[in-house]
T-cell receptor, first 113, second 112 residues
């Protein structure tokens, strides 16, 4: 979807390394989300943030961390504590009004070397 | 939490055929979205449809909220319609926030 930029598109990590995935949106949306997608599966929520400087754990937060210092940005760090990080990671955002759809970025595919 | 089930899991059709994809959900919801994930992994919004019927070209969707299901119709299928179709519904979390709960998807393959 236009307006949400994720980078990089592909990322490789060595065992024991932390990596940070970028997500930037210019839609002026208050809420931002991170989802994980494993091959052949649906998306599962990792973290979400309703406002700047506040975020909440989703269903599978272990081994991940986030920050929300700016409204436009919601980076996700995959830490070495995440034992099975190989997956696609999708960032989404949504406006203040709950009667609005979520919009998604194109995703980052993370692989372990 | 809310459970979302999609059927069929896989669907293979010839170009020009019509198809119906179904999404059942276990509790009342305020919002429902249909997405198409293309072979490059991009997740494209198709419909935002908490109730009623909407149409966009060859695609249409109907949600019957009282019976907890939604249907996505694709008419005159084209090879570019191939991919995975996801249904997702809102679930309330703390502080008035909403999160999307996804089904497992229907993988549609359109053969020329």
């Amino acid at each position: 979807d236009g307006g949400i930029t994720q980078s990089p598109k592909y990322l490789f990590r060595k065992e024991g390394q932390n990596v940070t995935l970028s997500c930037e949106q210019n839609l002026n949306h208050d809420a931002m989300y991170w989802y994980r997608q494993d091959p052949g599966q649906g998306l599962r929520l990792i973290y979400y943030s309703q406002i700047v400087n506040d975020f909440q754990k989703g269903d599978i937060a272990e081994g991940y961390s986030v920050s929300r210092e700016k409204k436009e940005s919601f980076p996700l760090t995959v830490t070495s504590a995440q034992k099975n990080p190989t997956a696609s990671y999708l960032c989404a955002s949504r406006g203040r009004n709950s009667n609005q759809p979520q919009h998604f970025g194109d995703g980052t595919r993370l692989s372990i070397l | 939490g809310i459970q979302v089930e999609q059927s069929p899991p896989d669907l293979i059709l010839q170009e020009g055929a019509n198809s119906t994809l179904r999404c059942n959900f276990s509790d009342s919801v305020n919002n429902l979205q249909w997405f198409h994930q293309n072979p490059w992994g991009q997740l494209i919004n198709l419909f935002y449809i908490p109730s009623g019927t909407k149409q966009n070209g060859r695609l249409s969707a109907t949600t019957v909220a009282t019976e907890r299901y939604s249907l996505l119709y694709i008419s005159s299928s084209q090879t570019t319609d191939s991919g995975v179709y996801f249904c997702a519904v809102d679930e309330s979390v703390i502080q008035g926030a909403q999160k999307l709960v996804f089904g497992q998807g229907t993988r549609l393959t359109i053969n020329p």
